[in-house]
């Protein structure tokens, strides 16, 4: 099946950085999404992204489906944006699949 | 539209007991998942559904059991309970793969505890 693997583990950030999150997949995908977990536990749905480009206010996401990557893109870090961020992919008919997350901690 | 609803949102278990947990989709979707979330980890696959009446093991099956009686609901039972099934539960739901958007949706999580 297929294996989804997100770097960094954990990322600290001053209130107003940049960052950059990044997901990898081991076979092509129909489905690519990122969420954010926040801290009372809720998966929030950030982009469904099997290819291309998709912006959001602060947040973007991008995917290259030929090179098996995808990226999300968080400007201008509230505190708010603390939590952790998962990407997960699918292919064909095949289950979901999470990778471990990316842990992000904005500081004020 | 509520979406993906789970119900419990807690519960507390004795060891050896039996519990159903139940999801429910209005978005008439296909396909239906479980997951289970320990501390610090990412989402593993207990169970899933691509239609009504059928079921398929995920990566951590052992222990669980489900039923998809009817196309919205996406039952998980633990018909012994064992300390090392407390964890978060989620429960999805998506279409098909085909030419329709297949975003998943998640509930709001069911805590569960093992005593």
């Known amino acids: 099946g297929i294996q989804v693997e997100q770097s960094p583990p954990d990322l600290i950030l001053q209130e107003g950085a940049n960052s950059t999150l990044r997901c990898n997949f081991s076979?092509?995908?129909?489905?690519l999404q990122w969420f954010h977990q926040n801290p009372w536990g809720q998966l929030i749905n950030l982009f469904y992204?099997?290819?291309g480009t998709k912006q959001n206010g602060r947040l973007s996401a991008t995917t290259v489906a030929t090179e098996r990557y995808s990226l999300l893109y968080i400007s201008s870090s509230q505190t708010t944006d603390s939590g952790v961020y998962f990407c997960?992919?699918?292919?064909?008919?095949?289950?979901?699949?999470f990778g471990q997350g990316t842990r992000l901690t904005i500081n004020p | 539209n509520a979406g993906v609803t789970q119900t419990p949102k807690f519960r507390v278990l004795k060891t050896g007991q039996s519990m159903t947990l139940l999801c429910a989709q209005d978005?008439?979707?296909?396909?239906m998942y479980w997951y289970r979330q320990d501390p610090g980890m990412g989402l593993r696959l207990i169970h899933y559904?691509?239609?009504?009446?059928?079921?398929a093991k995920g990566e951590v099956p052992d222990g669980y059991n489900v039923s998809r009686l009817k196309k919205q609901n996406f039952l998980l039972g633990l018909e012994s309970a064992a300390p090392s099934q407390t964890s978060v539960y989620f429960c999805?739901?998506?279409?098909?793969?085909?030419?329709?958007?297949?975003?998943?949706?998640f509930g709001q999580g069911t805590r569960l505890t093992v005593v």
């Open positions: 559904s691509v239609g009504e009446g059928t079921t």
């Open positions: 997960a992919a699918r292919q064909g008919a095949q289950k979901l699949v």
């Open positions: 999805a739901s998506s279409n098909r793969d085909s030419k329709m958007n297949t975003e998943a949706f």
């Open positions: 992204i099997p290819s």
């Open positions: 076979d092509s995908v129909n489905n």
């Open positions: 978005m008439n979707h296909e396909y």
